[in-house]
């Protein structure tokens, strides 16, 4: 089995060419309007955005900021599949102009917006960021009234166009099977809070000047659970390539935009030296598996069933016919990256 990724460096408001309904999946996390950081980015998309900022138009600037997200909403929408997923992390912004502060609802923004689309909305999930604390003082200290609370959240948009996927035929079924997650991975990642998934950076040689970048865990999880094996997964706003690494982990081809081609470098370091670090994820992936199966054994409750592709025992036959691959190389070609697989044996 085989899979490809295609990066490609232009501004994301047509995803063009990518056809009408052809992918199946949508991770991403776009630039946050009213974090300082995007300020210059958006502000070349429209110049009117820093006029109205300088004029102290704030909301009106904020509003902007957002119409050019809509723009890749909208054609988001255009090329996914019906049936398909589109998950969006996106976090609330606080700032303070001339003395005045507030916060910046993108969350609630962006939902509008896809909703107006014609997308549907799905429950969404509160990713609880350990990386900020709780003890800083905002406003006031411990004085009444002019304190406020910290920002400790982000949120993950779920948002679905039209019916729900069907596989219907044996081949699709089959592939489906072979895509399963485990038991104990389905109780943890359908909560619709994420406390487990550290919001650091990964070992990459990049400011936060240039990358937002949400961490490989969260990417891998919703990609395995929104998307099979050979299925097609796009980010919009790739940044430093994560959701491009997930994927080729997880045996899902990809395609991402990037407005920055100074990041190209960085991008193809990161697929082109991806192997071990996804061997090494997929292998503690079934690590986890097989110390939760001995645990529950030992507590004295059952694992009846076998797995067909691995060694070892699962909770419901849901599972048992899980295959995980590891990499057994990463090619370059043309048109992007070709990423070969062959069995996880342990």
Known sequence: MSTTHRIVYDDSSELSGIEDESVDLVVTSPPYPMIAMWDEMFGELDENILNLMKDGNYDDAFELMHKQLDKTWNSVYRVLKNGGIACINIGDSTRTFEGVFKLYNSHSR???????????????????????????????????????????HEHILILRKGPRRIFDSPESKSNRNLSAFFWEERNKWFSDIWFDVHGKLQNIDVSRERSAAYPFELASRLINMFSVKNDLVLDPFLGTGTTTKAALCSERNSIGFERDDTLSELIDKEIRESRDFCNNYVEERLDRHLEFIEIRIESGKEAKHKLNNHEGYCVSSQEVDIVLSKISDIEISSSGYEVLYEPLDR
């Open 110 to 152: 962006i939902l509008n917006s896809c909703l107006s689309i014609g997308f549907e909305s799905l429950p969404s999930i509160i990713w609880r960021k350990s990386t900020n604390a709780p003890n800083k003082f905002m406003g006031s200290g411990m004085y009444p009234v002019g304190s406020h609370v910290t920002l400790e």
